[in-house]
Each structure stands twice: as C-alpha cells, then as structure tokens.
C-alpha cells in the first residue's frame, strides 16, 4: 500500500492539524505565498511520488484566491507523481450556483467541477452540498458526508421534550425531516420567498405547530443570516417559547454576526468546515468539530474500505467517537 499524505493550503491549516492528530500522521509539508505581482507560488516540500495524496481547502473569503492556490496545489502534487490525488473541499466553492434559473448566468459549481478535474484531481471529498445534483457535474467520484449526526446529536443530548424542527423552507425540508426523524420529534415548515439577488427573504405562512414549544431550525449554511432571522421573528410570533439554530457551514458574511448577536435566537450550533475568525465568535454561537468524520473518510478511501457506513447516523456517531 502506498503511503498516505495529507496536505493543506492556507484556509484550513487548523482543521487539515485536527485531521493529521485523528489519522496519527503528520500534516505534509508545503509552502505558499503570493509574489509582489499577486501571483500565486505553491512548492511541496516533501516527497509524493507514488503516494495516496490529499489536498485540503475550505471556501471562505477571498474565495477565488484560495481556490486559485488549490488548483496550483493540485498541479504540484500532480507533477511531482503522486499516485492518486483526492481533494477535501469542507465547504464547498460556489456551491450556490448550481443551476440557471435566471438568462444569462454561469452555472459556476459545473465550472469548479470541471477546474478541479481538469487540475488533475481523481476524487471530492465533501460535506453537505446546498443541492446534491453538484456530484453530477463530476465525472470522477465524489464523497458527500454530512454534519446532520453531530448535530442531531448535539440536540438529542439537550433532552428537550418540547421540541419541534423546523425547515427554512421548501427546498430543505427533506433535510429538515430527516433531523425530526433522527430527534423523533414533529416538523414545521416555513414558506420562504428570496427577493431576487438582493440576499434578503421575506416568510409568509408557518405550517406546523410551535406554540410554547422550543423551535431548532436546520439549515446547511448560514450567509448573511436573512433567512434564520426572520424565520426565528416569525416563530416568536407565532409563540416558540426559544428558537435554536444548526447549521453546517457558518458562512456568516457581511451583516450576520450583528444580526445573530441581535435577535432573540437562543443558540447557534456550526461546524468548523469554515474557520470562525475573531471577529465571528460570539458566545451564541458554538462549534462542532467535523475533523474525525473527514479523518474516518480519509482513512476509508486510503485502504479502500466501504464508505457506506458514513451515511448512517447511528453508526456516524460511533464511528467519530472512537477515531
């Protein structure tokens, strides 16, 4: 068996550690850094010839740059022989533009697909995909895991007996029933509309029952926190005793922080697929590591063994407790 290497490019040197310290092995060794012209230099400072090579690189802000450093990251292993090359993308990049639902706009996740493969990557590893149709714009394998155990979980271990969920809206309440399911708790559903490319929602109808009861609203990312904040006004008016959000990716742009810190939502539980900056930590918000889980994936997909097991929750739970 080849030797596995896990590398990182700058977003997600602290989460790459936390994997490394899981799979017992030390993070590779790489440098990367911009010349004064903004070019991007990328150097593997080991060797990689004829290894089981992973690249790690969360989208967060300056996206492009980091996307641009991973794909040079991926033609340095790829030149330097690695055997295989799997990417670890923990959030991943444009995954919002997954469809042309307006003329005359790019389908920029297709684009991603295609830049990493044309890179030279052999597989994706990711989390929780805004649309699952993105693994269909590959056409080499892609992992998707899932934060939905550690959350449920987080939630479970509450022993709240008046909870309910509650779906953001339409598009996640296949998500939002499977939370309900895992907690064996009822669901309620919120009838959301975007306002066009402004970022910002308007809720018309609640379906369900909240009143007097504690309200979690799952989600698989959190922007600019529209959406949570008005859903959490809307089931206090409608009589939620406390209102309590999960979310995989604390994206939390522009706005969001002030907005969370403001409203009357109770607790917010994230993972860490995207670093929290100073500036984003409140005491509101609490964070999940998803690091044993990736580092139980890596392990998978480096000896061939199934990955089937990291799609069931009870068996999630076991498994990332004993990597």
Known sequence: MYDLKVFSCNASKAFAEEICQY?????????????????????????????????????????DANFMELLIMIDAVKRSSAKKISVVLPYFPYVRSDKKDQPRIAITARLV??????????????????????????????????????????????????????????????????????????????????????????????IGEVEGKRAVVFDDEIDRASSLIEAVNTLIKHGAKEVYAGCTHPVLSGPAIERIKNSPVKEVIVTNTIPLTPEKKLDKITVLTMAPAFAEAIKRIHYGDSMGEMFDSDEVIKLISQV
């Open 23 to 63: 799979l017992k092995i030390p993070l590779g060794q790489s440098e990367s850094f911009k010349f004064d012209n903004d070019n991007t230099f990328v150097k593997i400072l080991e060797k990689v010839r004829e290894d089981d090579v992973f690249i790690i690189q969360t989208s967060m802000p300056p996206v």
């Open 113 to 206: 697909a295609d830049l990493l493969t044309a890179a030279g990557a052999d597989r994706v590893l990711t989390c929780d995909l805004h649309s699952t149709q993105i693994q269909g714009f590959f056409s080499i394998p892609v992992d998707q895991l899932t934060a939905e155990p550690l959350l449920s979980n987080y939630y479970a271990r509450k022993g709240f007996d008046d909870l309910v969920v509650v779906a953001a809206d339409a598009g996640s309440s296949k998500k939002a029933y499977k939370y309900a399911r895992s907690l064996g708790v009822p669901m309620a559903l919120l009838d959301k509309r975007r306002l066009g490319n402004k970022q910002e929602v308007a809720i018309e109808n609640l």
